[in-house]
């Protein structure tokens, strides 16, 4: 069974464009959440989605956006590139959005701002 | 404000044990994850703590105390492929689904 996949694996980008990342979950994950590390550091959260709403959302501005699609796949957007977006996003699918909830992680996307 | 402390780095011997500790202050508790991260890898699932006491997993045990907003990581008989960072994250804060997470405890294993 494949595990959470991510692509693309590395992004170079330059300051002041936008990207996508994507995400596609566990066959039969619901939710999907995603995440900012910068080296170093914990994971930051972003966003979670679960049936395709929102369900709760980080620190983050909203030059951040995301949304999911029907087959439970994700997109991760950012808008207006800044250096400090430098960062591996992650994605992390569960099979609900419930309180015991273990993630598994996909090997994310490396994104780098120029 | 969300705080989850963990120590930087730590250094152990091949075949020793280890407790990584985990404090925490955190608007909400839902739970307490342990991952492990090898560089340049995404995280892996450990453990999970939701009730005080200890959790047994093979070679890695977590316990937690909610009342001190505390945790540890026990790795017995270390290998080299132990050489991690381990993370602690607690499901909590504004949103009952956010996970909050510390910065991460490099292990390095020396034979």
Sequence with gaps: ?114 | GQNIDQPTEMTATEGAIVQINCTYQTSGFNGLFWYQQHAGEAPTFLSYNVLDGLEEKGRFSSFLSRSKGYSYLLLKELQMKDSASYLCAVRGGDSNYQLIWGAGTKLIIKP
């Design chain 1, 1 to 114: 069974d494949a595990g959470v996949t991510q692509s693309p694996t590395h992004l170079i980008k330059t300051r002041g464009q936008q990207v996508t990342l994507r995400c596609s979950p566990i066959s039969g994950h619901k939710s999907v959440s995603w995440y900012q590390q910068v080296l170093g550091q914990g994971p930051q959260f972003i966003f979670q989605y679960y049936e395709k709403e929102e369900r709760g959302r980080g620190n983050f501005p909203d030059r951040f956006s995301a949304r999911q699609f029907p087959n439970y796949s994700s997109e991760l957007n950012v808008n207006a590139l800044l250096l400090g977006d430098s960062a591996l996003y992650l994605c992390a699918s569960s099979w609900t959005g419930g309180e015991y909830n273990e993630q598994f992680f996909g090997p994310g996307t490396r994104l780098t701002v120029l």
